[in-house]
């Protein structure tokens, strides 16, 4: 996104609102005469058409006809229409020229002087400044703008102009911007439309946006707290007189707020929200038929094929086109997802010639937020078909133009990086590029969930203050009723039915009450055991990570003993790992099945040793199979080091090894687990000594201790290691 944009400058919203606006001009023109209507019509007509010298020429008639009819307020208007026009295709000189054709006009007439016309030119005017960086006369029209704002309480172009202040005070890396920002957002909260506070929040948005890669979490934040706003009626209003407001005024926020909530997630490296929101704006956009849905459209497929969803973004891709050709009668349309899309379906289909054109073409017409997506795709086409010469020279391109802020950008071009350097046989350069890539995507992906967890405690909180003062309301309510039901029985020999008819009324309510509570508690367990999952999820993830590193690091090891120890490492990880597996996946989350983690447990490791699973035989005898997780971690730990023990030393000399694991209950209190192998038994120093064995067997040691339980080995046809829990 340029600097910039942020303020006022809303894209396909801001051209939705000058739709709307010629409608107003056409309705207002009907009761102006005829002059004024074909004024109206030329208007309408110089907007929709793609020739922008052509709407240009019509503006200008519309402005010689307003003058001829002595119509200076349609002047303005049309002088600033003229101006923002310009401001969208980046010709700032012409804005500016325009822009100040507006405020002159306005200025010099004094019936227009109290008048809301005069204030939207002269922020007009300054925003066109803010484009062009000129500073000096963005200061001093921002400060002309603000007093009169503020002489006439005007709190729409003063939070307007206490943006565009912000806005230059940055680029001129001057203090107080953010309190700038929040007084803008206090002075939006102030006018009677809510469009007005989505905007303040927009600006406040890009500028933490565009500052740092550690503001996107708090950004977020700010987004989010729209949400409980956004069926708010004033939300569905658009205003009918736009010609009151400036014609940049937002005209659909609901769209604008989560497009930014899905730019947002994206950069936070989660596309799944990132494209539920956006198939929001496309749900929207196609009930209303809506000019931009193919915009919408390549968008959002766009999005999917970050997630691999092919089938969806080519479907919504195809469907655009089909919209585009209807309506234009053309293949295409200078827009930076069509092209991305159809560079990204070439290189499915290894059409890499005609992927590099359309990446080339979408970076070149490329507008906001990802514009450098396209290049990033060149580069991995040129890496795919080894034009090396080419891709070293985008990787050099890329990496000078990516800031701190391309966080999204970032991740995605580490690992297309380390994917290049795989392809070329670099394995040591591909390995880093890896390394910082999930260490950069976990950090992102830790930002956002965090978020959401806070989203779900935060509503959590809410229900019970609600649910809290509900009852307390009830408590009163019935305090009330038996004071009244006392004064009844003093004042009325009758009023036994009365109160009788109260009590019950009473005992209703207090029945409703405790079935809601009932309701409201049978929620909360539903959403602790929702949080436990996720606890479980992420002890589990980060327990692979840290086994996909020991993994990594054993690669690079030459010493076999520091490798078989990282890998010894590795599989007590795993070991660990597998339990919290089980305990999200399963329906009880306090215990795990035994049998089907023993099983699981044997066959990787047989694996991993080189052995058929078939050579270990496990017995369980257990009126029920699941154990409590404190009991099931160290009895896992305790089975993984035995079995690897077997697997390394027992079988050196056996043509035919085997293995038996029993874990059996003896009585109500006690678990005995055997474990119980054919090789060559344990050294005689070891026999009942397994503290001062290896490493493994101390752990065994530890373990037992930890579990309270006995331990007795000995040899009987090979080692046999016997454990009696104490459960």
Known sequence: MEEGQGVCRLGRATIISILCFFSASYTLAQNEGSDTLQIADWVTKSC???????????????????????????????????SFFKQQRNEFREAVKF???????????????????????????????????????????????????????????????????????????????????????????????????????FNKVSYMQEQSA??????????????????NPDFKVTPRKPYERNSFTYRDPKSTLYALLGITYIQLLDVDNACYYHQKIYNTYKKQNNLFLPYVMCDLAEYESFRANDKRAIQLFDSARVLIKQTTGKDSFDY???????????????????????YKRASQVAEVYLPKVSIISLYRVYSITKDLRRADSL??????????????????????????????????????????????????????????VKQVETKFKTKEKERELTFTKKEKELQSLELQQERAQTLYLTGGLVILTILSVALYKNFNTKRKQALTLADRNNRIELLIRELHHR????????????????????????????????????????????????????????????????????????YDPAVVKSEISLAEKNLDVDVAIPLGLIINELIINA?????????????????????????ALVIRDNGKGLPDKLLGKTKNGSFGLKLVHTLSRQLNASLSTYNDGGAVFEFVVNS
């Open 214 to 231: 550690n503001a996107w979490g708090a950004s977020l934040e700010l987004l989010t707290s729209f949400e409980g706003d956004i069926d």
């Open 647 to 671: 697997f390394k030393y027992a079988f050196e000399t056996v043509e035919e090894p085997e293995l038996q694991v029993i874990l059996k209950r003896t009585d109500e209190k006690k678990l």
């Open 395 to 452: 990787n050099h391109e890329i990496q000078k133009s990516l800031s701190p802020k391309d966080v999204f950008l970032s991740v995605l071009f580490r690992k297309e990086l380390a994917d290049h350097y795989s392809r070329i046989g670099n394995t040591e350069e591909a390995l880093n590029h890896y390394l910082r890539y999930y260490s950069l995507k976990d950090s992102l992906t830790s930002v956002s969930r965090y978020h959401v």
């Open 336 to 358: 930076a997802s069509f092209y991305y899309m159809r560079g990204w379906i070439a290189e499915q289909n290894q059409k890499y010639q005609e992927a590099i054109r359309s």
């Open 48 to 82: 929709l058409t793609s020739n922008f010298a052509f709407r240009d020429s019509f503006l200008i008639l519309a402005i010689n006809k307003s003058e001829q009819i002595h119509r200076i307020d349609y002047q303005v208007r049309l002088y600033q229409l003229l």
């Open 99 to 201: 822009g100040r054709e507006a405020v002159n006009l306005a200025l010099t007439q004094p019936e227009l002087k109290k008048q809301v016309i005069v204030r939207d030119a002269i922020t007009n005017l300054t925003l066109c400044y803010s484009y062009f960086e000129n500073f000096d006369s963005t200061y001093y029209w921002t400060n002309f703008g603000k007093r009169l704002a503020k002489r006439y309480h005007d709190n729409f172009n003063y939070s307007l102009l206490l943006s565009l202040q912000a806005l230059t005070d940055t680029r001129l890396k001057r203090e107080g911007v953010d309190a700038l920002y929040d007084s803008a957002i206090f002075f939006a909260k102030h006018t009677p439309s809510l469009h007005d506070d989505v905007m303040a929040a």
């Open 539 to 610: 002890v589990k993830n980060n327990m692979q990570t840290i086994s996909s590193l020991l993994s990594l690091q054993s690669i690079r090891i030459t010493d076999e003993n520091a490798k078989a120890a990282l890998l010894e490492g590795q599989t007590r990880v795993d070991a660990m790992s597998l339990i919290h597996q089980k305990l999200y996946l399963d329906d009880d989350l306090r215990s795990v099945d035994m049998e089907q983690y023993l099983k699981a447990l044997v066959n990787t490791l047989a694996q991993s040793y080189g």
